[in-house]
């Protein structure tokens, strides 16, 4: 299948084709912020990168048609993001669900999707294409993260998107520091706020780098 420029350029990132192990993820990342000139500000400007500095546009949409559907169809989900191809342009969709009192869990949670949008665009560009989108759904009354966890494809999304947030040069040595004066909740907390990401992706994040004791 065809791959557009974008996608080959994003595709780049990644060293491997098959059998990624736990260094490799962290090599994307390195491989993408040295290419785009990222200098490991934190919070990570995650929809800076992709809109200015990857050149792809990010999209708001609340996905009311298709979600419809979904529900007409009785089927207990609700469309997270979604990679659009068009000729040779990208398109990173994310559902914002916006709500007074959920601000803070509506803003990480866009930050992940947008995350987890771009990591299928780098990890798995020969399969979309203008015939295939990628979409990703949320099981209704779950949490944010709530991705199939059960495909792969999704599994490797995640972890990607978690070391693009939260790149481990930065939280490993953070959490060591951590460790020293507080306890356990106190570290997800902090580690929290200050990547700007759940703490659910906090726990995933130091559980894969074995920084859990």
């Given at each position: 299948m065809y791959m557009c420029e974008k996608l080959r350029q994003l595709n780049s990132y990644k060293t491997k084709e098959k059998g990624l192990k736990a260094e490799d993820y962290e090599k994307i990342v390195f491989n993408m912020f040295v290419d785009i000139g990222y200098d490991n500000t934190i919070p990570v400007k995650i929809e800076n990168i992709i809109s200015n500095d990857l050149g792809i546009p990010v999209i708001s949409n609340k996905f009311e048609s298709s979600e419809k559907i979904l529900n007409d169809e009785k089927i207990r989900k609700g469309i997270l993001g979604k990679v659009q191809v068009k000729g040779e342009n990208i398109d990173i969709y994310y559902n914002p669900r916006t709500t007074e009192d959920e601000n803070e869990e509506n803003e990480?949670?866009?930050?992940?999707?947008?995350?987890?949008?771009?990591?299928?665009?780098?990890?798995?560009?020969?399969?979309?294409?203008?015939?295939r989108v990628y979409v990703d759904f949320y099981r209704l009354a779950e949490s944010e993260e709530s991705y199939n966890n059960n495909d792969l494809r999704e599994k490797e999304a995640n972890i990607l998107a978690g070391a693009i947030l939260m790149p481990e040069e930065v939280i490993s040595p953070l959490y060591k520091t951590l460790e020293e004066n507080h306890n356990y909740i106190e570290i997800i907390d902090n580690l929290s706020n200050i990547f700007n990401v759940s703490r659910n992706v906090v726990r995933a994040r130091l559980e894969y780098l074995g920084l859990l004791k």
């Open positions: 990480h949670r866009k930050r992940f999707t947008l995350a987890h949008e771009l990591s299928h665009c780098i990890l798995h560009a020969p399969e979309i294409g203008e015939d």
